[in-house]
């Protein structure tokens, strides 16, 4: 090998060796600028949240769940009617048993002793129906429970117990036949579940449903019991009809949202470990340049998504949802952060929200049914009769996008809803069926 070959080859390792670091340095800095991008696109979303009125922090979700100012709180007053529910759980012998089945009047025994009962527990009523008349409601809150996930508030197991209370004192009402009395307990039950709309998230939605779920059960208890007058069914219609114009799914989305981008931050950019717990680690994952940030504008994309799809018609939410959730399951490793955080249930939420809304519909249904049975004497042959005096139209059940199904039975008749499961079960109720076996969801009177 000649001199002039030796130098070239040296010059040739020098520049080689002199690559790598540039390599790297030029890697490194392709990196940082996609990391900064991220982070100015992270910026921009969240101004764009909150140009929107949507909150992204506690700070925030306080503001925009917080009453107009100088109005009349109504948890004030429950919370006056949590202190004696508080002393009527300590009374071993206050019949709250079970509601008797739909149809059958309350034993003579059990009527006699829920009279008493009633009779001591008339303050506990009045405060729930002064607050039944109050307009707005904000329970006290500390927001940062909710990173916490699985926490739940003394005021949702209050308010259950009140739903509850109410509907078995409406039963007790139309067993007496005092159907004022009765209407206005299913009243007061339905507006209970109004008052908790400042309730953020899909557990405060839950809630919700759930006590309007009891309320709507005490009012197809009644009418199975005693025959309401026509200006009792009408009031009736119109709290049915409030109630159902309050239900936000949109606004559930929007809190939920601001909830899980605290959480997001509170694990991810504060590490807090006692959060790691309700995540699946994969530090390696964590490790990667970027994708902490990356993962905070992929939620931002996707809870955008949900929020867009609380705007469509109702008979194609539940489709678009799923397809949402189909999307997120298809993601690659560059978006990986996304996937471990994505809450479960919102899908559920989405299904539970339909059938409230459609047990509403059934239930405002009914009330038309028995207003025409007032007038006519007779049920309707179809639905269409009920139209436009008592209905502005047949509701479309959420599930189908058909008309809901309306049954003749001896005696009475049968409303129902196919459910999610897109499957018709010829009006089986829940109590028709097995345990895990399908049923539609159903409005039946028996008389």
């Known amino acids: 090998m000649n001199r002039d070959s030796a130098t070239k080859g040296g010059r040739l390792r020098f520049r080689c060796w002199h690559l790598i670091p540039a390599v790297v340095l030029l890697s490194a800095g392709v990196v940082a600028l996609d990391v900064g991008s991220i982070r100015n696109e992270r910026e921009g979303r969240l101004q764009s949240l909150r140009a929107a009125g949507y909150p992204t922090t506690f700070v925030e979700l306080a503001e925009y769940t917080k009453l107009p100012e100088g109005v009349r709180n109504a948890a004030d007053v429950y919370k006056l009617v949590f202190d004696v529910l508080t002393e ?45 008349s109050i307009e707005h409601c904000r329970f006290d809150w500390n927001y940062a429970d909710q990173l916490q996930p699985w926490i739940a508030h003394d005021h949702w197991s209050n308010a259950k117990s009140c739903a509850f209370l109410l509907r078995r004192r409406a039963v007790f009402h139309a067993c007496a036949g005092d159907t004022d009395a ?32 009891v309320a709507l059960a005490g009012l197809e208890q009644t009418l199975n019991l005693a025959s309401y007058a026509d200006r009792q069914l009408a009031e009736l219609d119109e709290a049915l009809a409030a109630s159902s114009a309050a239900l936000d799914l949109k606004g559930t989305m929007v809190t939920q949202q601001c909830i899980e981008l605290e959480r997001y931050r509170a694990i991810e950019f504060a590490r807090r470990p006692s959060l790691l717990q309700t995540v699946r680690n994969r530090d390696f994952v964590r490790a990667v340049p970027g994708m902490r940030a990356r993962g905070f504008v992929d939620l931002l994309d996707y809870w955008r998504a949900y929020i867009e799809a609380t705007e469509f ?13 189909r999307e997120m399951a298809s993601l690659s490793f560059l978006h990986a952060m996304v996937r471990r955080y994505w809450p479960a249930g919102v899908q559920r939420t989405v299904e539970l929200d339909l059938r409230v809304r459609v047990h509403l519909d059934l239930a405002r249904t009914a009330l038309a049914v028995e207003r025409y049975r007032l007038a006519t004497g007779n049920v309707p042959g179809h639905l269409d009769e009920l139209v436009p005096r008592y209905l502005e139209q047949v509701p479309i059940d959420p599930f189908d996008g058909r008309p809901i199904r309306y049954k003749h039975r001896n005696p009475g008749y049968l409303l129902y809803s196919i459910l999610e499961d897109g499957q018709d079960n010829a009006g089986r109720t829940r109590d028709d069926v097995s345990s895990g076996e399908p049923y539609d969801w159903c409005f039946v009177v028996t008389r």
Do not use: W
């Open 88 to 132: 009527l759980k300590d009374d071993p012998n206050a019949p709250l048993g079970q509601i008797p089945a739909r149809g059958e009047p309350l034993p003579i025994e059990t009527a006699a002793e829920m009279s008493k009962y009633l009779t001591t527990t008339d303050k506990c009523f009045a405060l729930l129906h002064e607050a039944a």
């Open 182 to 213: 009765a209407a206005t307990c299913i009243r007061d039950g339905l507006r209970l579940a109004d008052s908790m709309q400042r309730e953020p998230g899909t557990l405060g939605h839950a809630v919700r449903i759930a006590l309007r779920a």
């Open 313 to 325: 018609p109702v008979t194609q939410q539940l489709a678009r949802f799923r397809e949402i959730d």
